[in-house]
């Protein structure tokens, strides 16, 4: 395995999701060849919060599809547990949050439950009760133009956490939020995940996001994307978003951040 370099070793739990040696190239119509991913690695364990860093275009998408199956790699090999194909093993969430305005919003939090065959009643009872842990219940029989942006985002994350699905894939799930509803947003999606442990890889632009929400950080490199560093993140759960005002939280970013320089062509010039 080509191991990335790494300020701390990868997890000794059992991996849920893995990822060997992905390559990946996009060919245009006219026969131009781009490289999106060489070489990524990376293995997620049970419950594990994963969160992905890396510049603009460096392959962060493609790696979410590839990991998810939307895609498959040029090179390389992904895996999930084996046990895990009994369900559907992942839920995706999107920036643009994948909300469908024709169905109601009860029906879109019971989407993922009605697509892998589970019958309307029980999925709308799990919608419900997802509806209010995201507070949203007013609104299960409307549509979903009468949310804002953070609601839709909210109705999002009851989608995939209702759907049942161990993993869970997110996307810059709140990166078009402004800068107040993301924050409610990145600790509404913490509670969320302490309270139900699933494992979730999420991209995102935010240093601040990812050491808020992850267990882990990985960085990538300008395209074509490695994985050039790993982050442990020390800080306890239950987290809220104090911690972002602690020293040790200034003292990772700024690693962080460095980490992500070091790999773009124009710094490491200067
Ligand atoms: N379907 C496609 N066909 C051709 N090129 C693509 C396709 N999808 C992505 N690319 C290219 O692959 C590279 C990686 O794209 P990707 O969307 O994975 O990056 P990203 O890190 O998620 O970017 P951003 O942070 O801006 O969302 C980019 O150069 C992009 O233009």
Not at 46 to 68: A, N, Q, Y
Not at 125 to 142: C, M, N, P, Q, Y
Not at 209 to 218: F, K
Not at 248 to 253: N, Q, T
Request: proline letters at 7%.
């Amino acid at each position: 395995m080509n191991a990335p370099p790494s300020e701390d070793h990868h997890p000794v739990l059992p991996a849920v999701l893995s990822a060997e040696g992905i390559d990946h190239f996009f060919v245009s119509p006219e026969g131009t060849v781009l490289q999106a991913l060489d070489q990524v690695s990376l293995s997620v364990a049970d419950g594990e919060f994963v969160c992905v860093v890396g510049p603009s275009g460096c392959g962060k998408s493609t790696l979410l599809r590839i990991l998810g199956g939307l895609d498959a790699p040029s090179a390389g090999e992904v895996r999930l547990r084996p046990e895990l194909s009994v369900v559907p093993p992942v839920a995706f969430v999107f920036q643009d949050c994948g909300v469908l305005p024709w169905l109601t919003v009860r029906a879109n939090a019971a989407f993922g439950l009605r697509m892998s065959g589970v019958g309307r009643k029980l999925s709308d009872g799990v919608a419900d009760r997802w509806l209010a842990r995201v507070g949203l219940s007013e609104f299960a029989d409307s549509y979903p133009d009468r949310l804002s942006g953070g609601m839709r985002q909210r109705l999002a994350l009851a989608r995939a956490f209702a759907s049942g699905s161990p993993v869970l894939l997110m996307d810059e799930p709140l990166g078009a939020l402004d800068p107040q509803n993301r924050l409610l947003m990145q600790e509404h999606l913490l509670r969320l995940w302490e309270q139900e442990h699933k494992t979730v890889v999420l991209v995102t632009h935010s240093i601040d996001e990812a050491l808020l929400l992850g267990d882990r950080v990985l960085v990538m490199s300008d395209r074509p994307g490695r994985i050039t560093d790993t982050f442990t993140v020390p800080f306890p759960r239950p987290r809220t978003a104090a911690v972002q005002d602690t020293t040790a939280f200034a003292r990772l970013r700024v690693r962080v951040r460095q980490a992500l320089r070091a790999h773009r062509p124009e710094e490491a010039a200067r």
